[in-house]
């Protein structure tokens, strides 16, 4: 009875892990395309007080979703169980901004690959790196 109990779980535990997105595979994330202000240098605490400010845009999906921790050993990809928005980095800068502005609050989809985040300029557990994104209306 014990081992059909243990095989139960690992048979569960396995099936729950398989639907984590990973960091080591390419994903697409589709929802609404967000933008929010965060202050930053020298003290990452107010942009009344003199911080400087930095605008990141965001993709929140419908649902919630989990991400399995990764290869790497240095502890710099851990599991995250539930995450409900992601951090877009773009691989042409400011380009990718401006061309997706006039999406702000409408449902976008995007390409990447995930990093956990690592330093005070990341605002999402995980961020999408390399994103690539369109809207899902071309209307």
Known sequence: MKLSTVLLLLVGTSAHATECLTYFNPVTLQGVLGRH???EQPNYESIAKGDAKAIYF???PNKTFCVAEGRNTDGLEPAEPQVSQVQLVF?????SYQRLRPYLG???VCRGSFFHAITEHHHSPVLLDGAK???TNFS
């Open 37 to 39: 202000t965060f202050p």
């Open 133 to 135: 994104c369109r809207p």
């Open 106 to 108: 409408k449902e976008v």
């Open 58 to 60: 965001f993709v929140s």
């Open 91 to 95: 691989p042409d800068g400011t380009i």
